[in-house]
């Protein structure tokens, strides 16, 4: 089990108790520090994690780190800021009896949903791993609570530390589309994550992750099956209908923040893809090879 961290103090210990008290203990429990100023590795040994330095920052390069250190058949990845459930792994880990199984993804489920930004997340499908899934183009994981073969992991060479923060998408489709494994959604594995109440955690987020989608576009546009980008208009239509669906719902007398937030994650989301655009003229992103067509999509287990 691989935990990447930067700065995770105030969440380190309650993570890796809850992962080392899994009714299937892990075999190996490894925290990847990716540069920490604080007390986070102090603590992440007291609670009884092994622990690793990768000084190349980002989650992937961490990763990466993690799982190379460990000859464990299957290696399940979590983040700092979630706490499995105590059957979490066991679940996680029951598709692999299928040799045809190259990963699995479990539920992520908010910790708590108390502020308008965390109610938001839970109505448009935030970090909802079914969707992912069911993605229109091939299923994909987040790393908050996914697990992949050691031998997949390998094959791959991991992680590509380029496409951070949205290297864990990314694998996942490698997975699929060059190393022809089936990835299984398993609802029974869960993990609570623990997001912050306050507008920036959904803005903040969406910045960070349309920096990664506009280079998710870059290396698979010219890919079998995968979908068109949208066009502008398309992606800030919720800054130009926000009166209408502020209207649409106080006649509801629904929830008014969830337009609201949609706008300035437009905003954010559009600010991200200038990041990202920027950044696609400084790195290098490697071709993915010959295409094939995409293998069928993921079935739940």
């Known amino acids: 089990m691989v935990i990447p961290v930067l700065d995770g103090e105030a969440s380190i210990t309650r993570c890796v108790a809850a992962c080392a008290a899994q009714s299937r203990p892990p075999d190996e429990l490894i925290v990847v520090d990716n540069g920490s100023r604080d007390a986070t590795t102090t603590r992440a040994r007291h609670a009884g994690a092994r622990v690793l330095f990768e000084p190349r920052r980002g989650s992937s390069y961490a990763r990466n780190r993690g799982w190379q250190a460990t000859d464990a058949d299957v290696v399940a990845f979590t983040d700092v800021d979630c706490v499995p459930a105590r059957d979490w792994l066991?679940?996680?880990?029951?598709?692999?009896?299928?040799?045809?199984?190259?990963?699995?993804?479990?539920?992520?489920?908010?910790?708590?949903?108390?502020?308008?930004?965390?109610?938001?997340?839970?109505?448009?499908?935030?970090?909802?791993?079914?969707?992912?899934?069911?993605?229109?183009?091939?299923?994909?994981?987040?790393?908050?609570?996914?697990?992949?073969?050691h031998s997949v992991l390998q094959v791959l060479a991991g992680f590509d530390g380029e496409m951070d923060p949205s290297g864990d998408t990314d694998f996942s489709w490698r997975v699929g589309a060059l190393a022809r494994g089936r990835l299984v959604y398993r609802p029974e594995a869960v993990v609570h994550h623990d997001v912050g109440r306050g507008l920036r955690e959904v803005t903040g987020r969406w910045r960070r992750y349309a920096v990664g989608l506009y280079l998710l576009e870059r290396r698979w546009a010219g890919w079998p099956g995968f979908p068109a980008p949208p066009g502008f208009w398309t992606r800030t239509r919720r800054i130009w209908e926000l009166p209408l669906a502020l209207g649409h719902r106080a006649l509801g007398r629904r929830d008014l923040s969830v337009p609201l937030i949609d706008a300035a994650v437009a905003v954010n989301r559009e600010i991200g893809r200038l990041q990202g655009r920027r950044r696609a003229r400084h790195t290098t992103i490697p071709e993915l090879g010959r295409p094939t067509p995409p293998r069928a999509r993921s079935r739940h287990g």
């Open 90 to 149: 066991e679940a996680l880990l029951a598709p692999f009896g299928d040799p045809s199984v190259a990963g699995v993804g479990g539920s992520i489920a908010p910790m708590e949903v108390h502020s308008p930004a965390q109610r938001w997340m839970v109505e448009r499908r935030f970090l909802d791993q079914e969707a992912n899934a069911e993605s229109n183009f091939l299923p994909f994981f987040a790393t908050a609570n996914a697990a992949y073969r």
